[in-house]
């Protein structure tokens, strides 16, 4: 597989369920298994949860990822690794609730995407302090 196979993306993890250290760690395991190489890696941040009320914080933080999978095949590997993790569903119009992971594609080379699917560049990860914080750590 030559270099030009290879895409950049760039992924929030977030977890405020279960023993959530443990279970960014796997994430980012099966991330290398499954997705590519996972060549840079934020520190973990606690953080409040975002859009919704609970009593459990989240750990949150963001990996670069090199990875032969298209965005679509990125979406599928990536909700393939929530659910083999325990996540049972996704937030729908915005009504979140915790959960033991969270893996969100923020960017992806330089696509922009706009399907029912998936929108890329992430549109809320502006918004989000946990997600940009360990963005701007990473990035480049």
């Known amino acids: 597989m030559s ?28 991330l290398g298994r499954e997705v590519g190489t996972v060549d840079r890696q934020s520190a973990m941040l606690e953080t409040e949860p975002w859009g919704f009320q609970s009593a459990n914080k989240f750990l949150n933080m963001c990996v670069r990822v090199l990875t032969p999978l298209s965005p679509q095949q990125l979406l599928a590997a990536t909700q393939g690794i929530e659910r083999e993790l325990g996540r049972m569903s996704k937030s729908v119009d915005g009504h979140y609730h915790d959960r033991p992971i969270d893996i969100d594609i923020l960017m992806y080379d330089d696509l922009h995407i706009n399907t029912p699917e998936l929108t890329l560049p992430h549109p809320l990860m502006k918004e989000r302090d946990f997600v940009m914080i360990p963005l701007r750590e990473i990035y480049g």
């Open 3 to 30: 270099s030009a196979d290879i895409h950049t993306a760039y992924l929030s993890l977030g977890s405020n369920l279960g023993d959530r250290h443990a279970t960014m760690c796997r994430a980012i395991d099966l």
